[in-house]
């Protein structure tokens, strides 16, 4: 890939981007000029997984096109490496950040097409990657970008999420109301044309997705005629073998995000104390989630630590034997990380408020084809 190009959708975001990705503004609003390669793939990322999935992507699937990083939330900084890519952009969220003044969300929504869009360039196609599309930060640009870059085709291509890309999320009559209304911005702002759908709320049934990502080793509910499985997202050079037993706990919100009560996450976490301690295993590392920061996993004598890289690369150098958690996605993701040489567990599944019996029987089944062992607390 070309040298990377650094650019800021907004200078005077609320908070400053992190300085990696620091540039010199974008040019004046003008006609896009030309970028010399007919096709661009761009990538627009929210968590470390996603960038994961966005570089073998662009490695294996798209070797030939022109290679745009889009990330939109602030989080996803320190795992970015600038010179893999053509362009990097921040791109602020407009529900978060807004543009100051009347119709802040609106402007919003309009200049990070417009930027994003004079990023790219005159193209002939265009590849839109997004682990979902209808929301309406995304969806504008399925029918802006062609608008705004003479791009004769755009194919609209959805990124494996994690856990949560096991199954369909058909969207509701009134979401799908909603979508007519987003498209009445066009009446003010024409390039905000809304690309309407039925069907699963990621777009997996819209007309203008061609291609669905998706994991190995995880079961999916997608049309196989759309289905890419992707290889493994990182190489595992690790093995515990040789190593005295060593434990990672992979912490995520529980109580703070609704799927337990307080009193249920203290009895698994006191479960997985108790069946390490009966194991013999005294060398345990704890991972937090960035948002649960009360880590309502944690105990004394664990150790913290954090991370400037995405845990998945983590643990792809290390030497755990045991990997436990409660249904974060991390931990079917182990499993294709670290194979037969060590255990992936999960506790306390009776604790958890599932959306439904679907979602439950959905990823029970997904955890258990992965090889993820689910354990009573």
């Not at 995304?138 to 755009?154: C, E, H, M, Q, S």
């Not at 969207?171 to 809304?194: G, H, I, M, S």
């Not at 997705?209 to 992707?230: Q, W």
Request: proline letters at 9%; a positive charge; glycine letters at 6%.
């Amino acid at each position: 890939m070309g040298k990377a190009k650094h650019c800021n959708v907004e200078s005077n975001l609320r908070p400053s981007p992190p300085p990696l990705l620091m540039a010199s503004p974008l040019p004046p609003m003008t006609a896009p000029t030309t970028t010399g390669n007919p096709l661009v793939a761009i990538y627009f990322v929210a968590s470390p997984l996603q960038y994961l999935a966005a570089r073998q992507i662009a490695e294996r699937f798209e070797p030939e096109a022109r290679q745009i990083l889009v990330y939109y939330k602030h989080g996803v900084a320190p795992v970015v490496r600038a010179e893999d890519w053509d362009a990097v952009a921040y791109m602020p969220w407009p529900r978060f950040e807004p543009l100051p003044g009347p119709f802040g969300r609106l402007r919003r929504l309009r200049k990070n097409l417009r930027d994003i869009a004079d990023l790219i360039g005159n193209v002939d196609e265009i590849h839109l990657h997004s682990a979902v599309f209808d929301t309406e930060a995304i969806n504008y640009f399925v029918r802006g970008l062609p608008r705004l870059t003479g791009a004769k085709t755009l194919r609209a291509r959805i990124l494996p999420d994690g856990i949560i890309s096991i199954r369909r999320y058909p969207l509701t009559r009134l979401k799908q109301w909603a979508q007519c209304l987003r498209k009445l911005r066009r009446l003010v702002a024409p390039e905000l044309d809304y690309a309407c759908f039925a069907g699963d709320r990621i777009g997996s049934d819209a007309s203008f997705v061609d291609r669905i990502y998706v994991l190995t080793g995880l079961p999916h509910e997608y049309l196989e005629a759309k289905a890419v499985t992707l290889p493994p997202l990182v190489d595992a050079i690790a093995s515990s073998e040789g190593h005295a037993p060593k434990a990672l706990i992979v912490g995520q919100p529980l109580h703070g995000a609704g799927l337990m009560r307080a009193e249920d996450v203290e009895a698994t976490a006191l479960a997985i104390e108790h069946w390490l301690r009966e194991q013999g295993i005294r060398d345990v590392d704890y991972k937090p989630h960035p948002k649960d920061p009360r880590r309502e996993l944690n105990r004394p004598g664990y150790r913290l630590i954090e991370l400037d890289e995405p845990l998945e690369s983590f643990l792809a150098r290390s030497t755990y034997s045991h990997i436990l958690g409660v249904r974060s996605s991390v931990l079917p993701l182990a499993r294709q990380i670290y194979g037969d040489s060590a255990r992936i567990m999960a506790f306390g599944w009776q604790y958890i408020h599932f959306k439904s019996p679907e979602e439950q029987a959905a990823m029970q089944a997904a955890f258990e084809a992965t090889g993820v062992e689910i354990i009573p607390s």
